[in-house]
């Protein structure tokens, strides 16, 4: 039963309106009856009208979490809003609103069909998380720009567009320009495209789609590229040695080093960066293959440990269903001589006897559930020892290599002191034959300015350095201590929930045999 809106004035969506829309919108007869009485939880529904209420904004449909169709069209809703968690819905019906922009649509990454006819939308934008898009009208609106058209290449499961009754739907080469930049296109207009007349409408814009088809390789080539270099970064992330495979490290050390810039002017400085920097690159780069090994040690502890896990826990499952199987079939026959005996003494020595049996199926239930947990107790506290001798062996090694980045910077630091003082010396006896820019030369009014001159260009790279090998160990250290954690709270999780199942199994059993009353058991 629809409900229409006799009254002129905005409505609210708000919580009376939709629990009236859904009881109305429910099952009828008997099973409506009772919905009706129980009332309908708004997290089952499925599809819902909301047409003709006089609607002028979207909210409070949050609690329709299952919804897969919604029906909000002939209203006066203004914005695309409110439907952040129907990540479910499939169609979706706007038609005949006051909507100027395409928005708010991010989450509906599900939808098929949407229908945004007679709105007052001006360009075709903001679609891109609708990668299902099947079905799209947008006829009676304001668009004029033919170039809308080519945005709507992406979809590819796009099959039906209606655009009529808006402003490029005027245009000369309106038909032909859609048939040929939307290939995959079956129905334009409501209308089904012509094999052949899609095939003179490519002949006809050939050269321009040739372009276009070029330059969208083109940014399919780089964004894929993007995202492989995205995946190789987390793949060096998850080895905490991203940016060691080459000279990002050393390139920082003099990114803020005002002092270093000033120094690289130096006679034969230049040299002695080299020969520094391709040191401390081979050093980085021993990093970055180690830290890449041992993540694939790491790796095949962890992958080792959650099979090990996986085929106890399933074996023990096995035996308790086998068990249980067994119990099932003496239960059942126990219950059946209960109720066939006739004897008062034999029915309460028939019931405490199969009150033993459902006890004894406990003990064992519980025995099985026990050893498991020692099982995996031991295994737990076996692959913790590993992984964090693995750990501790990473961070030893990187350690030994940092210190080897600073035996360099030291040794650099050193060299480049004795070239500051030796410069120094010539300037102070006019024999210094190469120009120097003024503020290079302003470090060199005596001794003790260039000396603190190369010892702060010193701290700098002696920080970086530093830096990176702490965010490295605190990194590493903290993943570890997390995932022993996660792996011991897992197992207390699992544990809890299977006690809880086995009590709850027993209960029942024993809930059946409570409830045989002697008056169904006495013919």
Request: aromatic share 6%; net charge negative; with cysteine.
């Given at each position: 039963m629809n409900l229409l809106c006799n009254s002129l004035e905005p409505r609210v969506m708000d919580d009376d309106m939709l629990k009236l829309v859904v009881r109305e919108q429910g099952p009828q007869e008997e099973a409506g009856q009772l919905a009706k009485q129980e009332g309908i939880l708004f997290k089952d529904v499925l599809s819902?009208?909301?047409?003709?209420?006089n609607i002028l904004r979207i909210d409070n449909l949050w609690q329709f979490e299952s919804l897969r169709k919604l029906q909000l069209d002939n209203n006066i809703i203004e914005r695309i809003e409110g439907l952040e968690n129907l990540t479910h819905l499939v169609w979706l019906d706007l038609s005949f609103n006051n909507i100027e922009a395409i928005e708010g649509l991010d989450a509906l990454v599900n939808l098929e069909d949407l229908s945004l006819f007679n709105n007052r939308i001006s360009k075709i934008d903001s679609l891109d998380a609708l990668v299902k898009l099947q079905v799209l009208?947008?006829?009676?609106n304001q668009i004029g720009n033919m170039m809308n058209i080519i945005y709507l290449?992406?979809?590819k499961d796009l099959r039906a567009l209606s655009l009529s009754g808006n402003p490029v739907a005027k245009a000369e080469d309106y038909r032909m320009f859609i048939w040929a930049y939307l290939p995959g296109l079956v129905y334009l207009d409501s209308r089904r495209i012509d094999d052949h007349m899609k095939e003179l409408a490519e002949i006809k814009h050939q050269y321009s789609l040739d372009?276009?088809?070029h330059r969208e390789n083109q940014i399919q080539a780089q964004l894929e590229e993007e995202q492989a270099q995205r995946k190789e970064l987390e793949e060096y992330k998850a080895a905490f040695v991203e940016?060691?495979?080459?000279?990002f490290l050393f390139d920082s050390m003099y990114a803020e080093d005002v002092e270093g810039k000033k120094l690289a002017y130096l006679p034969s400085v230049g040299e002695l960066l080299e020969s520094y920097k391709d040191k401390f690159v081979i050093i980085c780069l021993h990093i970055f293959e180690y830290g890449l090994k041992q993540q694939k040690k790491r790796k095949v502890e962890l992958d080792t440990f959650s099979e090990c896990v996986h085929e106890a826990i399933q074996e023990?499952?096995?035996?308790?269903k086998h068990r249980i199987a067994k119990f099932e079939e003496k239960h059942l026959l126990s219950l059946s001589a209960i109720r066939d005996e006739s004897d008062m003494t034999n029915i309460e020595m028939k019931i405490v006897e199969h009150g033993k049996d459902i006890t004894e199926l406990y003990n064992v239930l519980m025995t099985q559930e026990m050893q498991l947990v020692e099982q995996l107790e031991e295994m737990i506290n076996m692959f913790e020892r590993n992984i964090v001798d693995l750990v501790g062996l990473f961070i030893e090694n990187v350690q030994s290599l940092m210190a080897q980045c600073r035996d360099l910077e030291t040794h650099h630091h050193e060299k480049l002191l004795e070239i500051c003082i030796n410069t120094l010396e010539k300037i102070v006896k006019g024999e210094l034959d190469e120009d120097l820019p003024d503020d290079v030369r302003a470090l060199f009014v005596d001794k003790d300015t260039i000396v603190n001159a190369v010892g702060t260009s010193h701290d700098i790279h002696l920080l970086k350095i530093d830096n990176r090998e702490d965010e490295l160990v605190t990194r590493i250290n903290s993943w570890c201590t997390q995932l022993v954690n996660k792996i011991h709270k897992d197992e207390i999780t699992r544990n809890r929930?299977?006690?809880?199942?086995?009590?709850?199994?027993?209960?029942?059993?024993?809930?059946?045999?409570?409830?045989?009353?002697?008056?169904?058991i006495i013919d």
């Open positions: 819902l009208k909301l047409d003709f209420q009208s947008l006829g009676n290449r992406r979809f372009e276009l088809k940016h060691l495979n080459g000279s023990n499952q096995e035996q308790g929930k299977r006690v809880r199942e086995i009590n709850q199994y027993i209960d029942h059993m024993q809930s059946e045999l409570d409830n045989l009353e002697c008056s169904d």
